[in-house]
């Protein structure tokens, strides 16, 4: 999926509607943690936001204030909504679940959404 913004433009929000669900794939129970990370061209996969099992939510510096992610745990899915883009938000978005079980982590990850950010 790609979505394509004007900088500063309104919101926009991943893993929700209209667009398409980032759900786990696995038991609620299970899962330690949901977030997005983002990979910009000729950059290394980054990590954007992440949202724990109890709640408790980090967000990389250069999102904190702009973008909020959410979970929503009866439909195992997370969605990150963004304010005020930026060109340099740029970037190909994954989501993704870890999840914890018999004391061994495993991640699912999403196929991506290209988000453009046009100046």
């Known amino acids: 999926q790609v979505q394509l913004v004007e900088s500063g433009g309104g919101l926009l929000q991943l893993g929700g509607p209209p667009g398409p669900p980032c759900a786990a794939p696995?038991?609620?129970?299970?899962?330690?943690?949901m977030g997005w990370y983002r990979q910009a061209p000729g950059k290394q996969r980054g990590l954007v936001a992440v949202i724990r099992s109890g709640g408790n939510t980090n967000y990389a510096d250069s999102e904190k204030g702009r973008f909020t992610i959410s979970s929503d745990n009866a439909k195992n899915t997370v969605a990150l909504q963004m304010n005020s883009l930026k060109p340099e938000d740029t970037a190909v978005y994954y989501c993704y679940a870890r999840r914890l079980y018999k004391l061994t982590y495993s991640d699912y990850w999403g196929q991506g959404t290209q988000v453009t950010v046009s100046s």
């Open positions: 696995v038991s609620i129970f299970t899962i330690s943690d």
